[in-house]
């Protein structure tokens, strides 16, 4: 273990001694040993929420800019959220104007869409980097039909899960096959990369520093599976946490996605757990890809957010549009109770060190308007968030809101009126804030000031 | 090209040795005044960009002078103002030039290049060279592979991460297990019965039965709107993953067809949600109540699978509507064993047939399902017949069959120094004591591991510009076969006999050609080319196209590829793809396209009259509806798909921040898309690319979101009736077409254009890459050949597997 044991493996000691309804029992690693473990600092989480189509954003958007905000209709839900949310108007991802339902590919990039445009990493895994040397696992990627948020350097989509159960295990039971088992399968693992990193650099060496294309990219993805496998081995000797039986019952089952409000609670619960015992420190989760986004049975809505997106100016779909997303901002209210109720290792609250986003790559999806996302940032007041404004960034760049003028909102929800408030900033400054030692991203121009 | 389809296509063709660009004079007219040496706005100089578009320096900066122009931003309305031809002229020169750039880089082969693997190619392979059933496609197993319009095969598209490391570990490691279990694994039979299904055992129904004196068996009534178990995990007992494989699957069933309604269909597959679920098996059960028919198949399934029961139609008993309904039938106190006695059993239960016995809806009455399996049929015995080394082998004949091993599964000659490092982890695992086949199957893995499998490498590090005998063997293999080279096809390499003088090449493509495996070419690369991956991406809206369900889907997907086999097979024209008098339809089809309905389920081949209004790829179900949204159909993104699928150009991208198209206000009259498109495209810079693109689609406005033919556009808001859709045009080159019959006559006048363009996608398809202006003359070749042969596919197919190219790195 010697090879991993560095400055990044150092683990909170009180981590192992509070138990808090459920808890990691550490044993005393090697790696916590340190001349510095007092000063390690506290952990910093990000967890991003999607949703598809855009909103009826007629009854979504908030009209006042700053401090003295009054929640729209559909937002509602998160007024007692008030302190710690920013409702945040006017971004946009350049590269995804008039890209229509691509939008979501780039919600967490920043990327190009084009035939030839490759995607490129998503700020989460960007996160992941910089966390994952202190977690058993390096992300978590939820998605109800399997198409996750996140996306490697190469622009490749991770794939996402979707029960419950399956995300259940996959974080906390521990495989049957038992620790040596366990190691030496990866013992083996580790020297079947070996063998191919051997036979490669063989060719390598003979190709000199000519363009390697291909190679190069496929000796750094069996290097990163090889430090991977090598960490995953060191955890072997980590228990998984044990999980309060309350815990468990309320997240170790599998809800069917017709049980829409439901679903949504196990997923953030798993979320909120799987924050509580550190397995991880970045989470995803989409909880529709932009063709099939959940109808609510519970309240009579049997069409998809796509169907009900495309409402044609018809007053009863656009009537459930809304309800619809009202019902998905109250299920995020939810998820930001728990995290203020649950609480960290050090006995604060998890919504503390918890950034979550809320939005869609989508504004008005009748049109596919791409324009002034819906976007709700909230928690974190730890990592140095402010909250309890709403952070306007078409302010001064228009004439004002215009809700009556439908015609008039639908555009500012497909050409940004502040070409300069582009999305990535805020993936930009959410990355900064995780300690990632970066000055850009996406295609940012510049921080946003959130506190 | 005497005659030109539209000029903007022909535009694209821009020579390349030209000594100034053909936008030159327009930048100098309306850009360089502002963005040049004089002044220097927004830190432009347009004159001082890079023209070398293959290095792409200044790409992103020609994008956006495209983007800018397009969007009618630029030149500023205080300047001089140019036409709407001069717009196209100039965007659709630096477009094409950028994509000319992007398609260089793209398609760049560094000395030594790697193509990766699709999944599919993986599933084939590890089938072929190990006998192995191994799905891919599971959560959890393989990734998505990404798509270049539609190609999934594309090498620069095809990377690699981590995630794909590890699955290629995985895999490896499941194959192997197939393949050399560690017990061998008995096939095994379970039978359960409608009483077992669906009754509990089905001993208290008996009971009432009894006391009715009813003769007659249970059944098991399945109605469409509710999933019911086919194969649960538990069914075998002790079930892993080590019992996937094929399975042959035996249904006695009978169907419910009510009067005028559609034919029963059965879907077992995964559960999706209580009324639906994946699409592994599709049966339409016509035999009636009183004669079921066991219906017989086999199916490859990973276990442990948990699959149900599904009958879909498009009148379902959900939730919504007869939730009462649905809970009363599914209850095990509903009783069912024949029509006749419905009434006598269930009193009181919701209605499920009339009074003359008629089904109300389409329903299937099952009498009992067999599973067996997994079955292994000789042949895949045979392949690892000699793989695995005696218990007690020497190193040297370990070193011997490791090399035989990577021979077939790198499909080139493997020397020993290759192998060293996997004889290395060989020997490291026996040192920890593990036994000869423990460590061998390590060896084993990093084979299959190695980038030599998982991709398909060509070159070396010297720079040459021919495949050798080996490389082409694997090219030919994944067109055609989408798998690895059969030992005849290697013996041929080794041999020398492809890149040789002679008739080698030609004889192997021949015997290739007429292999079954040929199949797996008409099963890829019709959908590949014509982008099916798209139909139902957005399902459409039930309240708008009752008639859609799942069933329809797959047909209309499945309709494609059958036309294709039978195109090939009889070794047609290509003049069939765009029109022909008939398709391969099944009865669900026929039903949809308004045909007679054919006795026998399945899919055959059946005729269209004049007053059908269809006939080939265009007019097909599938093809009008994969361009639409789910609520309806979209003419500009029908444009864009046949100028890519048909002339294999792509028009330029629209600017992005295009005013959307407004919902229908309620006071005004109502407007068809077409309308609404017309009003938006009097703007010139719109009109500039839209009147190319627009026509090829508003062509097809007879039919609507899901491909069914139509008169009037159905608009829900606004005054008046449904407007009358309009499917005339005119070609940019001035010719006019009514409809859209009249438009596939233009398209066959324009035979030679859609020949070019056919095989481009099958030479990107072979060469796994994007086909760039360097490749005109090989590609030319293969043109002039394929009109010796009177355009015929197979004969095609064969010009580009026996072509240059095709040996051309």
């Known amino acids: 273990m010697s090879n991993i044991q560095t400055q990044s493996w150092l683990i909170d000691r009180r981590h192992a001694l509070r138990g808090l309804g459920s808890f990691i029992a550490l044993p005393l690693l090697d790696c916590m040993n340190s001349a510095r473990a007092s000063e390690v600092p506290k952990p910093k989480r990000s967890v991003f929420i999607y949703i598809p189509n855009g909103v009826n954003t007629l009854d979504y958007q908030i009209t006042t800019p700053g401090d003295d905000y009054t929640f729209s209709k559909s937002l509602s839900p998160l007024e007692k959220h008030r302190s710690i949310v920013t409702p945040i108007s006017g971004l946009h991802h350049p590269g995804g104007l008039g890209h229509h339902h691509n939008c979501q590919k780039i919600w967490l990039t920043g990327g190009k869409l084009g035939p030839t445009d490759r995607n490129t990493i998503s700020v989460d895994q960007k996160m992941a980097e910089v966390t994952s040397p202190q977690t058993r696992f390096h992300s978590l990627e939820i998605a109800n039909k399997g198409e996750s948020l996140a996306w490697t350097p190469d622009g490749i989509r991770l794939p996402g899960t979707s029960r419950s159960s399956e995300i259940f295990a996959y974080l906390f039971e521990e495989p049957k096959s038992g620790t040596a088992a366990q190691r030496r399968a990866l013992r083996r693992k580790g020297s079947v990369l070996d063998s191919n990193l051997e036979e490669v650099r063989k060719l390598e060496k003979k190709m000199g520093a000519e363009d390697k294309g291909r190679l190069a990219q496929y000796l750094n993805a069996v290097r990163e599976t090889e430090i991977r496998t090598q960490r995953a081995d060191a955890w072997l000797d980590v228990p998984r946490p044990s999980i309060a039986e309350a815990d468990r019952k309320r997240t170790n089952r599998d809800v069917p996605q017709t049980q829409a409000g439901d679903y949504f609670r196990a997923m953030y619960d798993l979320i909120v757990l799987a924050f509580q015992t550190d397995a991880t420190r970045v989470a995803t989760f989409s909880s529709g890809v932009e063709g099939q986004g959940l109808p609510i049975p519970e309240l009579g809505i049997s069409q998809s957010r796509h169907e009900l997106s495309h409402h044609n100016g018809d007053p009863g779909h656009m009537e459930k549009l809304t309800q619809s997303d009202t019902f998905a901002v109250e299920q995020f209210s939810y998820f930001l109770s728990r995290l203020a109720e649950t609480k960290d290792l050090d006995g604060r609250p998890l919504i503390e060190t918890t950034m979550a986003l809320f939005g869609s790559g989508m504004a008005y999806g009748h049109s596919h308007g791409n324009a002034n996302l819906p976007t709700v940032l909230a928690g974190g007041a730890g990592l140095g968030l402010k909250h309890g404004r709403h952070f306007d960034l078409n302010e001064g760049h228009f004439d004002g809101y215009k809700l009556d003028d439908p015609g008039h909102h639908y555009r500012l929800c497909g050409r940004p009126a502040n070409t300069e408030a582009h999305m990535s900033n805020l993936l930009l400054t959410m990355a900064q804030k995780m300690g990632v030692e970066t000055d850009h991203f996406g295609d940012s121009n510049r921080e946003l000031d959130l506190g | 090209m005497t005659r030109l389809c539209l000029t903007l296509l022909a535009s694209l063709v821009v020579a390349l040795s030209s000594a100034e660009e053909p936008f030159e004079p327009f930048l100098e007219k309306h850009c360089v005044g502002c963005h040049g040496a004089d002044k220097e706005k927004g830190d432009l100089r347009i004159d001082a960009l890079s023209r070398d578009f293959k290095l792409g320096i200044d790409g992103h900066l020609w994008g956006e002078i495209v983007e800018r122009i397009n969007s009618g931003e630029m030149p500023p309305e205080e300047e001089e103002q140019p036409s709407e031809n001069e717009i196209a002229e100039v965007i659709a020169h630096l477009d094409a030039r950028i994509r000319e750039g992007r398609a260089a880089r793209m398609a760049a082969r560094p000395s030594v290049a790697h193509y990766r693997l699709s999944r599919k190619e993986y599933q084939n392979t590890v089938y072929d060279l190990l006998g192995v059933r191994y799905d891919p496609t599971k959560p959890g197993e393989l990734n998505e592979d990404p798509r270049w319009h539609g190609f999934e095969r594309i090498g620069s598209e095809l990377s690699l991460a981590p995630s794909h490391v590890e699955r290629y570990y995985r895999a490896a490691e499941t194959v192997l297990t197939r393949a050399f279990p560690e017990k061998p694994v008995e096939p095994r039979t379970i039978r359960k019965t409608a009483a077992e299904l669906r009754y509990q055992g089905g001993e208290k129904q008996q009971v009432y039965l009894d006391r009715f004196g009813i003769t007659r068996p249970l059944r098991a009534l399945m109605f469409p709107g509710r999933v019911q178990p086919a194969l649960q995990p538990h069914w075998f007992g002790q079930t892993g993953p080590e019992h996937s494989g094929l399975y042959r699957v035996k249904i006695k069933a009978s169907g419910i067809r009510p009067p005028g309604g559609q034919p029963a269909h059965l879907r077992i597959g995964r559960k999706t949600d ?536």
């Open chain 2, 274 to 809: 209580e009324q639906s679920n994946d699409g592994l098996i599709e049966l339409d059960i016509l035999a009636p109540e009183n004669e079921p028919e066991i219906y017989e198949f086999e199916v490859f399934l990973e276990m442990p699978a948990d699959l149900h029961f599904n009958v879909v139609a498009t009148d379902i008993i959900d939730r919504q509507k007869g939730g009462h309904y649905r809970n009363a039938l599914s209850k095990a106190h509903y009783v069912f064993t024949h029509t006749s006695e419905t009434r006598l059993l269930n009193p009181t239960a919701p209605k499920m047939f009339d009074e003359e016995g008629n089904g109300i809806f389409s329903s299937v009455l099952l009498d009992w399902i067999e599973w067996e399996g997994p079955i292994e049929s000789k042949a895949e015995q045979a392949t690892r017949v000699g793989l695995r080394p005696g218990d007690e082998a020497t190193p040297e004949e370990i070193a011997g069959h490791l090399q035989r091993f990577a021979e077939l599964t790198w499909r080139r000659p493997v020397s020993k120094d290759e192998l060293t490092p996997f004889l290395q982890s060989y020997e490291s695992e026996r040192s920890v004591g593990e036994g000869v086949f423990t460590a061998y199957q390590v060896a084993l893995l990093g084979v299959l591991t190695s980038r030599n499998f998982t991709y398909l490498v060509e070159g070396d590090v010297v720079p040459r510009d021919q495949l050798t005998d080996w490389e082409l063997a694997t090219r030919l293999s994944y067109l055609l076969w989408s798998s690895m080279p059969d030992k005849a096809l290697l013996d041929a390499a080794r041999e020398g006999k492809l890149t040789g003088e002679g008739d080698g090449l030609t004889a192997q493509v021949d015997r290739m050609l007429a292999d079954p495996k040929i199949n797996r070419f008409i099963d890829d690369f019709p959908g590949q080319w014509l982008q099916l991956h798209r139909l139902g991406m957005f399902p459409p809206d039930r309240k708008l196209y009752p008639s859609y369900d799942v069933w329809l889907e797959a047909s209309m997907r499945e309709e494609v590829g059958h036309y294709f086999r039978e195109v090939f097979a009889n070794n047609l024209s290509l003049d069939s793809f765009i029109h022909s008098d008939w398709t391969v339809a099944n009865p669900r089809l026929c039903d949809f396209y308004g045909l007679p309905e054919p006795k026998n389920s399945g899919f055959q081949r059946v005729s269209f009259r004049p007053q059908d209004k269809r006939g080939g790829l265009l007019t097909m179900g599938g093809i009008l509806g994969l361009t639409s949204d789910g609520t309806r159909h979209r003419p500009v993104h029908r444009g864009v798909w046949v100028s890519e699928a048909i002339f294999g150009k792509t028009p330029p991208p629209p600017p992005a921040n295009v005013d959307p198209i407004e919902p229908n206000p309620p006071e005004s009259p109502k407007a068809t898309i077409r309308q609404k498109i017309e009003a938006h495209a009097e703007n010139a810079n719109c009109a500039a690319c839209h009147r190319n693109i627009d026509p090829l689609g508003l062509a097809f406005d007879q039919f609507d979101a899901i491909g069914q033919w139509r008169t009037h556009e159905r608009v829900d808001e606004g005054k008046g009736s449904d407007p009358p859709v309009n499917p005339s045009g005119t070609l940019p080159d001035g010719r006019a077409f009514a409809d859209a019959k009249e438009f596939k006559e233009l398209l066959l006048e324009d035979r030679d254009l859609f020949l070019k363009a056919f095989i481009e996608h099958l030479c990107t398809y072979a060469l796994r890459r994007v086909i760039t202006v360097d490749d005109e003359e090989d590609i030319e070749a293969i043109v002039d050949e394929s009109k010796k042969q009177a355009y015929r596919l197979k004969d095609i197919v064969r010009a580009v597997a026996t072509s240059n190219i095709i040996q051309r790195r």
